[in-house]
Structures are given as C-alpha cells and as structure tokens.
C-alpha cells in the first residue's frame, strides 16, 4: 500500500473552530494535525472519539473519522472500537472534568486492560465549558463559582492515577510545547497499548496563566524537569538541581551536594512503575519543580491480542460455538 502524503490542511474540516480567543486548545489541535499529517497513516484508518467539554470538540476539526460521545464514557466506547477493530488508530480526547470526575471509572479499567487507545487529558484544572467551577484538579483553595469560600476536595494528580492503574504508557506535555507534544504523540502512537497524555492547557478566561511556574520565561528554567531516557535528571540553571531517590522518595536537591552516582537516571522503560510513580509525586499540580516528558514506556500485551488468542484457543478446543447448546447447557433456572 502507497504511504500517503498529507499536510496539515489535509486533517482540517470545514467546520469553524469555536474556543475562545488564546485558548491553549488551538495550538493542541495544531500540534495534532502536523503530526497525523507526518504520521503517513490514511485518514480513513484513524478515529477521534471524546466525551464532553471544550476539549470534546475535538473530532469536529479532525478530517478523520470520529464521535462526540456522552460524557465521561469516551474510554469505553474506544474500547469497544479498538476491540472489534484492532486496524485501526483510536485516539480519545478527553478533559480533566470529563475524565476523572464522571468518567473516572471509564479511564482506569481502559488503562489496566491495556487496550489500544491514545487518550489525551486536556488538564486546565478548571471546568471551562460550564463557565468556571473547580474541576478534579482545581488546587486546594482554589476559589470559584462553585467553591467561593476555596475547593476542599485534594485534587487528582492525573499522571500518579494512570500510573497507579499500571498504564503502559504515561507522559505529560504542555499545550505551547509544540516540538514535545508532536514527539510524544509520535511514541504513543507507536506504542503498543494504553497511552495516556496528560497535556496542560491553559484556559485563559477562567484559569488563566495556571501554568506559568512552567512556561513563564523567568520562571520555567527555576521548575521544569525535563525527563529524558538514560540521562540524569538534573535541571535549573546551568543544571544546577538534580533529582535523588531517597527512602523510596523522589527529592529535589542541590547537584553539588550529592555524589553524582546518587542522581537519579530516567528509565522509562522500567516494567515496575514504582520510581515513575515517585517522580509523578515530586509536584502536585504545576507548582514547584515537576517533571514535563515520558514517565514510562514499558509494553505489555494488549487486550486485543489477547481476546484474539482466547478465541483462537477456544475454537480450538472446542470447534464452532454453539449457541442453543449453551442456552441449553443448565445454567439457567425458572422462577415461580
């Protein structure tokens, strides 16, 4: 089959892009359609499926194939459509209030199973869509329509939950890092099973600069930590923090007060995510140092493959199903 040729205005439809002017959705979007076009994958071989939000209405500005789902049941309705077709690219875009709020469970049981799907989390730690009530993410404290005396709810740290649910690829990007998202959106799709994208993105008519211990110019070189496979984790300036493992741990120290064995080396691809984990830890929320990069990449069979190897056994051990001899078969009862 000839490997087609696109450009971004391929994956452009004609619909009018509608989020508010500034919004860190648009650059996302853009991000998405420059790498679909180097991906060389024919459009008709990739779906976009999302739930509700701002970030939902994503499959209407993808010239691909796509639903606009209910909410929070995105990651469900991809795992059936990954499922029953494993040919094709299934991509989930999804929001901090549509993913782990009423879509929590959805989210979780997609990543164990290790079904493969790419899911995006559009994190902007506010409700945007519904005009600005705290989200799953919101600080402690934070104060809004729905919280004016401060949210009391300890916020998810969306990147520790995948992890937790032993997601076989996790990774978190910003939405004006372009060249970082388009290469992490490059590994995920390469990769074999469940990847989850944490991607912050600012809203800034409701949460504006949310971000900008990590993107502000004077503040980005004091916070950012940079993960990269098979190097230290050092960062700052001129490298001058490094990160340690200290009684199962992940700290923050000054580089010249450890043994340059002591610094933590990124391994992305370690099968027990317990140290990705402790990394995911050393922020909660963007504020502080807080790792920006792959956290892991470590493959494992995905539930497609192995579906198909059950049925493949059962068909073998037994020949052609029978449906009549199993309605048949007393697993039933009468009730009087």
Known sequence: MTTPTYTRADFQTDQEVRWCPGCGDYTILASVQNFMAEMGLPKEKIVFVSGIGCSSRFPYYMNTYGMHTIHGRAPAIATGLAA??????????????????????????ALRRNINIKILLFNNQIYGLTKGQYS?????GKRTKSSPMGAIDWPFNPVALALGAEATFVARTLDMDRPLTQKILERAYRHQGAA???IYQNCN???????????????RVHNRIDLRHGEPIVFGPDQVKAVVLRDGRAQVV??????PAEILVHDETRPDPTIAFALAQLSHGPHGPTPIGIFRDAPRATYERLMADQIVDAQQRSGAGDLAALLRSGGTWEVE
């Open 84 to 109: 029953s077709r494993p040919d094709l690219s299934v991509w989930v875009v999804t929001g901090d209030g549509d993913a782990l709020s009423i879509g929590g469970n959805h989210l979780i049981h």
């Open 136 to 140: 799953p993410t919101s600080e402690l």
């Open 196 to 198: 989850f994208i944490e």
């Open 205 to 219: 008519v409701f949460n504006d600069k949310a971000f900008i211990e990590l993107t502000g110019k004077e503040e």
């Open 254 to 259: 000054d580089r010249a007060s450890v043994d």
